[in-house]
């Protein structure tokens, strides 16, 4: 009984986060998250942020990285005729944000006058869009989640820029179970065929325990990147931990996937799905 409570518990919590992900960034954490990109960045050398000259539209990208309101992502979603946006539940689900709701963030291209952006989280789609400063679309590609974005923390962390490399995350749903797996590429046009684990939470009702996978990313190259994973196993009624595991995996850009040194699988050595 207290394991089903436990379940039931964990699912209206992630119920929850759903209904109120959208417009939960206020001004004055956009603000200060917009000045904190750079510092963040820096962790894996990433590009400083800067302000953007000869910017066709300056009102739309008016730094190096930041984010769009939801006026400005709709104008975008609107240049790229998305079949999605003239369906019915689309627009009563736009209709529901509030017109201060930060929707998108952005990273400007290193030496290049482009943008990678995203838009989201909106019926399931996570849109990465690469596109010019006159919001001319290049390329844009929907990396849909499951139900909802449940392995996300907050509205844009599942989106970031690692490197030279951009990721986000994709959100596996079920009962008593959420994973993420995430997508690394340095364009739209070279996204690999495959994902790399991130993260799992899931619940064993044989043996009555919590799953809990995290992990981090300790070193990156311009051809891999390197995670530190940490697997628990918790008693589902009192969170007693009752076993840890560390081990780091090398992924490798092989061709157009990436490929695990020593043909690790994390998903099959810790009975992950």
């Known amino acids: 009984m207290k394991s089903l409570l436990s379940v039931i518990f964990l699912m209206l919590v992630f119920s929850s986060c759903n209904k109120n992900r959208q417009g939960n960034l206020t001004e004055s954490d956009a603000v200060k998250a917009d000045t904190v990109l750079a510092a963040s960045d820096s962790k894996y050398n990433y590009d400083s942020v800067f302000v953007v000259e000869n910017v066709k539209c300056p009102n739309v990208f008016r730094k190096g990285s930041g984010f769009l309101r939801k006026k400005e ?3 975008i979603l609107k240049i790229a005729n998305l079949n999605l946006y003239d369906s019915i539940p689309f627009q009563k689900e736009l209709k529901e944000i509030p017109e201060s709701a930060y929707l998108g963030k952005y990273y400007k291209e290193k030496d290049q006058n482009k943008y990678i952006l995203y838009i989201g989280y909106l019926s399931r789609s996570n849109f990465v869009f690469e596109i010019y400063p ?12 499951g ?3 449940c392995c996300w923390d907050s509205d844009f962390d599942g989106f970031k820029k690692i490197g030279k490399f951009y990721s986000i995350l994709y959100c596996g749903t079920g009962s008593g179970y959420c994973t993420g797996h995430v997508y690394i590429f340095k364009d739209l046009e070279s996204v690999p065929e495959n994902s790399i684990i991130e993260q799992c939470f899931m619940f064993d009702p044989i043996k009555n325990e919590h799953i809990f996978l995290s992990s981090s990313v300790n070193n990156i190259t311009n051809t891999s990147i390197r995670f530190s994973y940490e697997y628990q196993e918790r008693d589902a009624d009192s969170e007693k931990i009752l076993l840890t595991k560390h081990i780091d995996v090398e992924y490798v850009l ?13 998903q099959e050595m810790f009975g992950i799905y």
Do not use: P, Q, T
């Open 73 to 75: 992502a709709v104008e």
């Open 254 to 266: 092989v061709g157009n996937e990436w490929v695990a040194k020593d043909n690790i699988d994390i």
């Open 134 to 145: 006159d919001l001319n679309i290049i390329k844009y590609r929907d990396f849909a989640s």
């Open 147 to 149: 139900n909802y974005n």
